[in-house]
Protein backbone atom coordinates (compact mmCIF):
# COMPACT_ATOMS: atom_id res chain seq x y z
CA UNK A 1 0.00 0.00 0.00
CA UNK A 2 2.71 2.00 0.98
CA UNK A 3 3.76 1.30 -2.25
CA UNK A 4 0.87 2.69 -3.28
CA UNK A 5 0.82 5.71 -1.33
CA UNK A 6 4.09 5.61 -1.94
CA UNK A 7 3.05 5.49 -5.57
CA UNK A 8 0.77 7.80 -5.23
CA UNK A 9 2.96 9.58 -3.12
CA UNK A 10 5.15 9.35 -5.56
CA UNK A 11 2.43 10.02 -8.27
CA UNK A 12 1.53 12.61 -6.12
CA UNK A 13 5.11 13.47 -5.99
CA UNK A 14 5.01 13.34 -9.42
CA UNK A 15 2.14 15.75 -10.03
CA UNK A 16 3.50 17.97 -7.79
CA UNK A 17 6.75 17.70 -8.90
CA UNK A 18 4.88 18.59 -12.04
CA UNK A 19 3.52 21.16 -11.03
CA UNK A 20 6.50 22.74 -9.24
CA UNK A 21 8.25 22.35 -12.34
CA UNK A 22 5.43 24.69 -14.30
CA UNK A 23 5.63 26.96 -11.47
CA UNK A 24 9.14 26.51 -11.41
CA UNK A 25 9.54 27.67 -15.48
CA UNK A 26 7.05 30.02 -14.68
CA UNK A 27 8.88 31.32 -12.08
CA UNK A 28 11.80 31.32 -14.55
CA UNK A 29 9.80 33.05 -17.25
CA UNK A 30 8.83 35.84 -14.75
CA UNK A 31 12.58 36.47 -13.17
CA UNK A 32 13.79 36.57 -17.35
CA UNK A 33 11.57 38.87 -17.85
CA UNK A 34 12.24 40.77 -14.81
CA UNK A 35 16.39 40.20 -15.65
CA UNK A 36 15.70 41.78 -18.87
CA UNK A 37 13.75 44.60 -18.08
CA UNK A 38 16.49 45.20 -15.14
CA UNK A 39 19.09 44.41 -17.90
CA UNK A 40 17.67 47.00 -20.02
CA UNK A 41 16.68 49.41 -17.40
CA UNK A 42 20.53 48.55 -16.21
CA UNK A 43 21.88 48.72 -19.21
CA UNK A 44 19.99 52.31 -20.30
CA UNK A 45 20.63 54.15 -16.90
CA UNK A 46 24.28 52.61 -16.17
CA UNK A 47 25.50 51.91 -19.77
CA UNK A 48 26.57 55.41 -21.22
CA UNK A 49 26.66 53.98 -25.00
CA UNK A 50 22.93 52.66 -24.93
CA UNK A 51 21.65 55.96 -22.72
CA UNK A 52 23.43 58.03 -25.64
CA UNK A 53 22.02 56.13 -28.46
CA UNK A 54 18.66 56.45 -26.99
CA UNK A 55 18.50 59.98 -26.42
CA UNK A 56 20.32 60.98 -29.87
CA UNK A 57 17.41 58.50 -31.11
CA UNK A 58 14.78 61.05 -30.02
CA UNK A 59 16.65 63.93 -30.47
CA UNK A 60 17.27 63.14 -34.55
CA UNK A 61 13.94 62.56 -34.42
CA UNK A 62 13.37 65.81 -33.25
CA UNK A 63 15.20 67.57 -35.32
CA UNK A 64 14.19 66.01 -37.99
CA UNK A 65 10.51 67.41 -38.00
CA UNK A 66 11.92 70.41 -36.98
CA UNK A 67 14.34 70.37 -39.67
CA UNK A 68 11.32 69.97 -42.16
CA UNK A 69 9.14 72.48 -40.52
CA UNK A 70 12.13 74.97 -40.62
CA UNK A 71 13.05 73.99 -44.42
CA UNK A 72 9.06 74.36 -44.76
CA UNK A 73 9.53 77.60 -43.30
CA UNK A 74 12.54 79.05 -44.84
CA UNK A 75 10.42 78.28 -48.43
CA UNK A 76 7.60 80.24 -47.39
CA UNK A 77 9.62 83.46 -46.13
CA UNK A 78 11.93 83.28 -49.14
CA UNK A 79 8.75 83.06 -51.00
CA UNK A 80 7.42 85.87 -49.32
CA UNK A 81 10.17 88.06 -48.73
CA UNK A 82 12.68 87.48 -51.25
CA UNK A 83 12.71 88.01 -55.06
CA UNK A 84 15.28 87.85 -57.57
CA UNK A 85 15.73 88.70 -61.08
CA UNK A 86 18.00 86.41 -63.80
CA UNK A 87 19.40 87.83 -66.70
CA UNK A 88 20.88 85.97 -68.76
CA UNK A 89 23.90 86.40 -70.86
CA UNK A 90 21.39 86.30 -74.51
CA UNK A 91 19.82 89.11 -73.22
CA UNK A 92 21.04 92.94 -74.04
CA UNK A 93 20.83 93.86 -70.31
CA UNK A 94 23.58 91.24 -69.30
CA UNK A 95 26.71 93.62 -70.73
CA UNK A 96 25.17 96.74 -69.42
CA UNK A 97 24.52 95.04 -66.08
CA UNK A 98 28.31 93.50 -65.75
CA UNK A 99 29.61 97.10 -67.06
CA UNK A 100 27.44 98.72 -64.28
CA UNK A 101 29.05 96.54 -61.92
CA UNK A 102 32.69 97.52 -62.99
CA UNK A 103 31.75 101.10 -62.18
CA UNK A 104 31.79 100.19 -58.42
CA UNK A 105 35.05 98.15 -57.60
CA UNK A 106 33.90 98.61 -54.11
CA UNK A 107 31.13 96.48 -54.64
CA UNK A 108 32.83 93.77 -56.25
CA UNK A 109 34.36 90.85 -54.21
CA UNK A 110 37.10 89.04 -54.56
CA UNK A 111 36.29 86.70 -58.03
CA UNK A 112 36.65 89.30 -60.63
CA UNK A 113 37.21 88.63 -64.48
CA UNK A 114 38.72 90.94 -66.74
CA UNK A 115 36.76 92.71 -69.63
CA UNK A 116 38.87 94.64 -72.50
CA UNK A 117 36.94 97.50 -74.37
CA UNK A 118 38.80 99.38 -77.05
CA UNK A 119 37.96 103.35 -77.05
CA UNK A 120 38.12 105.27 -80.52
CA UNK A 121 39.19 108.47 -80.13
CA UNK A 122 37.84 111.14 -82.21
CA UNK A 123 41.18 111.71 -83.90
CA UNK A 124 40.98 107.59 -84.49
CA UNK A 125 43.68 106.37 -82.14
CA UNK A 126 42.73 103.93 -79.93
CA UNK A 127 43.69 103.43 -76.07
CA UNK A 128 42.23 100.05 -74.34
CA UNK A 129 41.06 99.85 -71.24
CA UNK A 130 40.18 97.23 -68.93
CA UNK A 131 37.37 96.92 -66.66
CA UNK A 132 36.82 94.77 -63.74
CA UNK A 133 33.73 92.93 -63.78
CA UNK A 134 32.49 89.78 -61.01
CA UNK A 135 33.46 86.95 -62.14
CA UNK A 136 31.44 83.74 -61.58
CA UNK A 137 30.29 82.98 -57.58
CA UNK A 138 28.41 85.05 -54.97
CA UNK A 139 29.00 89.04 -54.71
CA UNK A 140 26.94 90.87 -52.14
CA UNK A 141 26.94 94.92 -52.80
CA UNK A 142 24.65 97.50 -51.00
CA UNK A 143 22.81 99.60 -53.50
CA UNK A 144 20.86 102.30 -51.82
CA UNK A 145 20.74 101.17 -48.49
CA UNK A 146 19.48 97.88 -49.70
CA UNK A 147 21.23 94.42 -49.34
CA UNK A 148 21.44 92.29 -53.03
CA UNK A 149 23.59 89.50 -53.84
CA UNK A 150 25.08 88.78 -57.26
CA UNK A 151 25.06 85.48 -58.11
CA UNK A 152 27.09 85.05 -61.54
CA UNK A 153 26.57 81.23 -62.89
CA UNK A 154 28.62 79.78 -65.95
CA UNK A 155 27.09 76.50 -67.40
CA UNK A 156 30.06 74.53 -68.47
CA UNK A 157 27.63 72.35 -70.33
CA UNK A 158 25.73 75.02 -72.10
CA UNK A 159 27.38 76.86 -74.76
CA UNK A 160 25.90 79.93 -76.63
CA UNK A 161 25.70 78.25 -80.01
CA UNK A 162 25.52 81.86 -81.59
CA UNK A 163 28.74 82.58 -80.83
CA UNK A 164 30.49 79.84 -78.88
CA UNK A 165 30.61 81.46 -75.53
CA UNK A 166 29.74 79.45 -72.42
CA UNK A 167 26.27 80.44 -71.45
CA UNK A 168 25.85 82.44 -68.78
CA UNK A 169 23.44 83.65 -66.30
CA UNK A 170 23.28 86.63 -63.13
CA UNK A 171 20.72 86.45 -60.67
CA UNK A 172 20.36 89.44 -58.13
CA UNK A 173 18.36 88.27 -54.97
CA UNK A 174 17.13 91.14 -52.55
CA UNK A 175 14.34 91.82 -50.31
CA UNK A 176 10.92 91.85 -51.38
CA UNK A 177 9.99 95.11 -49.89
CA UNK A 178 13.81 96.31 -52.30
CA UNK A 179 12.26 94.83 -55.40
CA UNK A 180 12.09 98.58 -57.25
CA UNK A 181 15.92 98.14 -56.94
CA UNK A 182 16.01 95.82 -60.04
CA UNK A 183 14.65 98.29 -62.42
CA UNK A 184 16.87 101.46 -61.28
CA UNK A 185 19.81 99.68 -61.79
CA UNK A 186 18.61 97.88 -65.13
CA UNK A 187 18.15 101.83 -65.73
CA UNK A 188 21.17 102.92 -64.50
CA UNK A 189 23.15 100.33 -66.11
CA UNK A 190 21.42 101.06 -69.14
CA UNK A 191 21.96 104.88 -69.36
CA UNK A 192 25.84 104.26 -68.55
CA UNK A 193 25.84 101.55 -71.51
CA UNK A 194 24.17 104.20 -74.14
CA UNK A 195 26.16 107.27 -72.58
CA UNK A 196 29.68 105.06 -73.61
CA UNK A 197 28.35 105.08 -77.70
CA UNK A 198 27.07 108.78 -77.38
CA UNK A 199 28.05 110.55 -80.30
CA UNK A 200 29.19 107.54 -82.07
CA UNK A 201 27.84 105.06 -84.28
CA UNK A 202 27.41 101.26 -83.42
CA UNK A 203 28.30 99.41 -86.71
CA UNK A 204 26.39 96.06 -86.80
CA UNK A 205 26.89 93.14 -88.99
CA UNK A 206 25.77 89.71 -89.36
CA UNK A 207 26.96 86.88 -87.36
CA UNK A 208 25.40 83.91 -88.22
CA UNK A 209 21.65 84.07 -87.51
CA UNK A 210 22.17 87.81 -85.25
CA UNK A 211 23.63 90.93 -85.64
CA UNK A 212 26.85 91.61 -83.69
CA UNK A 213 28.24 95.03 -83.26
CA UNK A 214 31.30 95.17 -85.60
CA UNK A 215 34.44 96.55 -84.13
CA UNK A 216 33.76 99.27 -81.05
CA UNK A 217 31.48 102.44 -81.83
CA UNK A 218 32.92 104.94 -84.08
CA UNK A 219 33.30 108.51 -83.98
CA UNK A 220 30.22 110.02 -86.05
CA UNK A 221 31.51 111.10 -89.26
CA UNK A 222 30.63 114.47 -89.98
CA UNK A 223 27.59 114.69 -92.89
CA UNK A 224 29.33 117.39 -94.70
CA UNK A 225 32.66 115.54 -95.31
CA UNK A 226 30.87 113.39 -97.64
CA UNK A 227 30.91 115.88 -100.69
CA UNK A 228 27.84 114.62 -103.13
CA UNK A 229 26.94 116.44 -106.16
CA UNK A 230 25.13 119.93 -105.25
CA UNK A 231 21.49 119.38 -103.92
CA UNK A 232 21.98 115.33 -103.46
CA UNK A 233 23.02 115.70 -99.89
CA UNK A 234 20.32 117.69 -98.22
CA UNK A 235 17.27 115.76 -100.69
CA UNK A 236 17.65 112.91 -98.88
CA UNK A 237 18.03 114.27 -96.02
CA UNK A 238 14.52 116.29 -95.91
CA UNK A 239 13.21 112.89 -97.51
CA UNK A 240 14.02 111.10 -94.45
CA UNK A 241 13.50 113.39 -91.72
CA UNK A 242 9.41 113.96 -93.71
CA UNK A 243 9.95 110.00 -93.57
CA UNK A 244 10.41 109.69 -89.65
CA UNK A 245 7.77 112.77 -88.81
CA UNK A 246 4.98 110.76 -90.46
CA UNK A 247 4.50 107.75 -87.92
CA UNK A 248 0.64 108.27 -87.51
CA UNK A 249 0.19 109.02 -90.97
CA UNK A 250 1.17 105.45 -92.06
CA UNK A 251 0.13 103.54 -89.56
CA UNK A 252 -3.60 105.47 -89.89
CA UNK A 253 -3.37 104.33 -93.66
CA UNK A 254 -2.42 100.55 -92.85
CA UNK A 255 0.81 100.99 -94.77
CA UNK A 256 3.91 99.63 -93.48
CA UNK A 257 6.02 102.18 -92.03
CA UNK A 258 9.46 101.94 -94.12
CA UNK A 259 11.29 103.35 -96.69
CA UNK A 260 13.57 102.29 -99.11
CA UNK A 261 16.64 104.09 -100.81
CA UNK A 262 18.99 103.05 -103.49
CA UNK A 263 21.81 104.99 -103.96
CA UNK A 264 23.82 103.35 -107.51
CA UNK A 265 26.85 104.60 -109.09
CA UNK A 266 30.57 103.99 -109.72
CA UNK A 267 32.93 102.56 -107.02
CA UNK A 268 34.48 105.12 -104.54
CA UNK A 269 31.74 107.37 -105.14
CA UNK A 270 30.89 108.14 -101.38
CA UNK A 271 27.92 105.61 -101.12
CA UNK A 272 28.57 103.95 -97.97
CA UNK A 273 30.44 106.66 -96.25
CA UNK A 274 27.52 109.21 -97.06
CA UNK A 275 25.10 106.36 -95.67
CA UNK A 276 27.40 105.96 -92.52
CA UNK A 277 27.24 109.72 -91.95
CA UNK A 278 23.57 109.82 -92.61
CA UNK A 279 23.25 107.67 -89.55
CA UNK A 280 25.37 109.62 -87.26
CA UNK A 281 23.54 112.86 -88.34
CA UNK A 282 20.12 111.09 -87.68
CA UNK A 283 21.55 109.67 -84.69
CA UNK A 284 21.33 105.93 -85.69
CA UNK A 285 22.76 102.87 -85.78
CA UNK A 286 23.86 101.25 -89.19
CA UNK A 287 23.20 97.23 -89.61
CA UNK A 288 25.43 96.77 -92.93
CA UNK A 289 24.76 93.14 -94.79
CA UNK A 290 26.78 92.65 -98.22
CA UNK A 291 24.98 90.52 -100.52
CA UNK A 292 27.78 89.02 -102.44
CA UNK A 293 28.85 87.41 -99.36
CA UNK A 294 28.32 83.73 -100.42
CA UNK A 295 27.30 82.89 -96.75
CA UNK A 296 24.29 85.34 -96.66
CA UNK A 297 21.11 83.12 -97.19
CA UNK A 298 17.81 83.79 -98.04
CA UNK A 299 16.45 82.92 -94.49
CA UNK A 300 19.14 84.28 -92.46
CA UNK A 301 18.55 87.78 -94.35
CA UNK A 302 14.93 87.17 -93.45
CA UNK A 303 15.47 86.74 -90.20
CA UNK A 304 18.21 89.55 -89.77
CA UNK A 305 16.37 92.17 -91.05
CA UNK A 306 13.04 91.06 -88.90
CA UNK A 307 15.48 91.24 -86.00
CA UNK A 308 17.36 94.67 -86.26
CA UNK A 309 18.52 96.58 -83.19
CA UNK A 310 16.16 99.74 -82.53
CA UNK A 311 17.58 102.57 -83.81
CA UNK A 312 18.96 101.60 -87.30
CA UNK A 313 19.41 101.96 -91.00
CA UNK A 314 19.68 99.01 -92.38
CA UNK A 315 22.36 99.09 -95.28
CA UNK A 316 22.13 95.90 -98.45
CA UNK A 317 25.08 96.80 -99.76
CA UNK A 318 25.90 95.20 -103.76
CA UNK A 319 22.44 94.09 -104.15
CA UNK A 320 23.17 93.05 -107.72
CA UNK A 321 24.53 90.26 -106.25
CA UNK A 322 21.52 88.63 -105.43
CA UNK A 323 20.09 89.24 -109.54
CA UNK A 324 22.56 87.21 -110.35
CA UNK A 325 22.33 84.28 -107.95
CA UNK A 326 18.83 84.22 -109.74
CA UNK A 327 20.39 83.05 -113.04
CA UNK A 328 22.67 80.42 -111.57
CA UNK A 329 20.83 79.29 -108.95
CA UNK A 330 19.04 77.05 -110.60
CA UNK A 331 22.39 74.70 -111.44
CA UNK A 332 24.27 75.79 -108.88
CA UNK A 333 22.60 74.73 -105.33
CA UNK A 334 26.17 74.70 -103.49
CA UNK A 335 26.21 78.09 -103.82
CA UNK A 336 23.70 79.50 -100.96
CA UNK A 337 23.12 82.81 -101.37
CA UNK A 338 20.83 85.71 -101.05
CA UNK A 339 18.35 85.10 -104.60
CA UNK A 340 16.08 87.79 -106.03
CA UNK A 341 13.04 86.76 -104.40
CA UNK A 342 14.45 86.51 -101.29
CA UNK A 343 15.77 89.65 -101.08
CA UNK A 344 12.17 90.97 -102.28
CA UNK A 345 10.17 89.02 -99.72
CA UNK A 346 12.59 90.19 -97.27
CA UNK A 347 11.97 93.99 -97.95
CA UNK A 348 8.20 92.92 -98.04
CA UNK A 349 8.10 91.25 -95.00
CA UNK A 350 9.69 93.21 -92.61
CA UNK A 351 7.28 93.99 -89.96
CA UNK A 352 8.94 95.92 -87.38
CA UNK A 353 6.62 97.89 -85.23
CA UNK A 354 9.59 101.37 -85.52
CA UNK A 355 10.42 103.17 -88.59
CA UNK A 356 12.46 101.27 -91.15
CA UNK A 357 15.19 102.55 -93.27
CA UNK A 358 16.54 101.10 -96.13
CA UNK A 359 19.58 102.02 -98.28
CA UNK A 360 20.57 99.85 -101.04
CA UNK A 361 23.88 100.25 -102.90
CA UNK A 362 25.14 98.93 -105.96
CA UNK A 363 27.59 99.41 -109.01
CA UNK A 364 25.37 98.01 -111.47
CA UNK A 365 22.12 99.23 -111.85
CA UNK A 366 21.37 97.77 -114.89
CA UNK A 367 21.28 94.19 -113.60
CA UNK A 368 18.68 94.84 -111.29
CA UNK A 369 15.11 93.81 -111.49
CA UNK A 370 12.61 96.37 -111.89
CA UNK A 371 10.39 94.83 -109.53
CA UNK A 372 13.01 95.89 -106.58
CA UNK A 373 12.34 99.29 -108.39
CA UNK A 374 8.33 99.01 -107.28
CA UNK A 375 7.37 101.86 -104.31
CA UNK A 376 7.57 99.87 -100.96
CA UNK A 377 10.77 98.35 -101.93
CA UNK A 378 12.81 101.48 -103.28
CA UNK A 379 10.80 104.94 -102.57
CA UNK A 380 14.08 106.61 -103.60
CA UNK A 381 16.83 106.08 -105.70
CA UNK A 382 19.88 108.31 -107.08
CA UNK A 383 22.68 108.18 -108.99
CA UNK A 384 25.95 108.86 -106.89
CA UNK A 385 28.42 109.35 -109.96
CA UNK A 386 32.05 110.18 -110.28
CA UNK A 387 33.40 113.57 -109.31
CA UNK A 388 32.00 116.50 -111.04
CA UNK A 389 33.43 119.92 -110.68
CA UNK A 390 31.49 121.02 -108.08
CA UNK A 391 32.98 118.22 -105.92
CA UNK A 392 36.49 118.33 -106.77
CA UNK A 393 36.49 121.68 -105.56
CA UNK A 394 34.86 120.85 -102.55
CA UNK A 395 37.09 118.09 -101.92
CA UNK A 396 40.13 120.29 -102.85
CA UNK A 397 38.94 123.10 -100.92
CA UNK A 398 38.44 120.54 -97.89
CA UNK A 399 42.19 119.38 -98.06
CA UNK A 400 43.38 122.77 -98.43
CA UNK A 401 40.79 125.26 -97.43
CA UNK A 402 42.89 128.15 -98.16
CA UNK A 403 44.39 127.53 -101.61
CA UNK A 404 41.17 129.02 -103.36
CA UNK A 405 43.46 130.14 -106.73
CA UNK A 406 45.16 127.08 -106.70
CA UNK A 407 42.00 125.33 -106.04
CA UNK A 408 40.50 127.09 -109.64
CA UNK A 409 43.76 126.01 -111.45
CA UNK A 410 43.04 121.95 -110.31
CA UNK A 411 39.44 122.01 -110.95
CA UNK A 412 40.10 123.31 -114.62
CA UNK A 413 43.24 121.23 -115.21
CA UNK A 414 41.22 117.77 -114.23
CA UNK A 415 38.13 118.56 -116.21
CA UNK A 416 39.96 120.32 -119.60
CA UNK A 417 41.58 116.71 -119.61
CA UNK A 418 37.98 115.21 -119.73
CA UNK A 419 38.57 112.11 -117.64
CA UNK A 420 36.64 111.07 -115.04
CA UNK A 421 37.88 110.79 -111.70
CA UNK A 422 36.17 109.38 -108.23
CA UNK A 423 35.96 111.29 -105.09
CA UNK A 424 37.62 108.28 -103.91
CA UNK A 425 40.63 108.84 -106.47
CA UNK A 426 40.80 112.29 -105.12
CA UNK A 427 40.76 111.68 -101.79
CA UNK A 428 43.97 109.28 -102.30
CA UNK A 429 45.63 111.63 -104.19
CA UNK A 430 45.13 114.95 -101.45
CA UNK A 431 46.07 112.28 -98.82
CA UNK A 432 49.29 111.72 -99.77
CA UNK A 433 49.93 115.20 -100.94
CA UNK A 434 48.83 116.38 -96.95
CA UNK A 435 50.09 119.93 -97.09
CA UNK A 436 51.38 120.25 -100.38
CA UNK A 437 47.98 121.24 -103.10
CA UNK A 438 50.74 121.98 -105.74
CA UNK A 439 52.09 118.27 -106.04
CA UNK A 440 48.28 117.31 -106.09
CA UNK A 441 48.26 119.42 -109.18
CA UNK A 442 51.49 117.88 -110.98
CA UNK A 443 49.96 114.45 -110.00
CA UNK A 444 46.90 114.95 -111.57
CA UNK A 445 48.37 113.17 -114.92
CA UNK A 446 49.95 110.42 -112.32
CA UNK A 447 46.47 109.73 -111.36
CA UNK A 448 44.82 109.49 -114.71
CA UNK A 449 47.11 106.94 -115.75
CA UNK A 450 47.33 104.61 -112.74
CA UNK A 451 43.56 105.33 -111.09
CA UNK A 452 44.39 101.83 -109.20
CA UNK A 453 47.03 103.45 -107.03
CA UNK A 454 44.43 105.41 -105.39
N1 LIG B 1 31.90 111.98 -102.13
C1 LIG B 1 32.86 111.74 -101.23
N2 LIG B 1 33.17 112.65 -100.31
C2 LIG B 1 34.13 112.38 -99.42
N3 LIG B 1 34.86 111.26 -99.38
C3 LIG B 1 34.59 110.34 -100.29
C4 LIG B 1 33.58 110.53 -101.26
N4 LIG B 1 33.54 109.44 -102.05
C5 LIG B 1 34.47 108.61 -101.61
N5 LIG B 1 35.09 109.12 -100.54
C6 LIG B 1 36.14 108.45 -99.77
O1 LIG B 1 36.56 107.33 -100.52
C7 LIG B 1 36.53 106.15 -99.75
C8 LIG B 1 35.59 105.12 -100.36
O2 LIG B 1 34.29 105.63 -100.35
P1 LIG B 1 32.99 104.72 -100.19
O3 LIG B 1 33.36 103.42 -99.64
O4 LIG B 1 31.98 105.51 -99.52
O5 LIG B 1 32.59 104.53 -101.70
P2 LIG B 1 31.37 103.68 -102.29
O6 LIG B 1 30.62 104.58 -103.22
O7 LIG B 1 30.62 103.05 -101.22
O8 LIG B 1 32.15 102.60 -103.14
P3 LIG B 1 31.66 101.14 -103.57
O9 LIG B 1 30.62 101.33 -104.61
O10 LIG B 1 32.88 100.53 -104.13
O11 LIG B 1 31.16 100.48 -102.36
C9 LIG B 1 36.17 106.56 -98.35
O12 LIG B 1 37.35 106.64 -97.60
C10 LIG B 1 35.56 107.94 -98.50
O13 LIG B 1 35.94 108.75 -97.42
MG1 LIG C 1 30.29 101.03 -100.74
Redesign the pocket.
Known sequence: MSEGVISSDSANNGALQGSAQVSNALDQQATLKDKFSSLFSNAMENNPYFAAGGGLMVLGTGLAIARSGLIKASRLLYRQMIVDLEIQSKDKSYAWFLQWMSKYPQRVSKHLSVRTNYVQHDNGSVTTKFSLVPGPGNHWIRYRGAFLMIKRERSSKMLDLTNGSPFETVTLTTLYRDRHLFNEILNEAKDIALKSTEGKTVIYTSFGPEWRKFGQPKAKRALP????DQGIRDNILNDVHEFMKNGKWYSDRGIPYRRGFL?Y??????????I?ALAGELDYNICILNLSEGNLTDDRLNHLMNNMPERSILLL??IDAAFNKRAQSGETGFQSSVTFSGLLNALDGVTSSEETITFM???HPEKLDPAILRPGRVDYKVF?GN?TPY?IEQ?FL?FYPEEESLCNKFVEAVTKRGITV???Q???LFVINKDKPEMALQMIDTMLKSPDNF
Open positions: SVILLGPPGSGKTSFQEDTTNIAQMKSTALQG
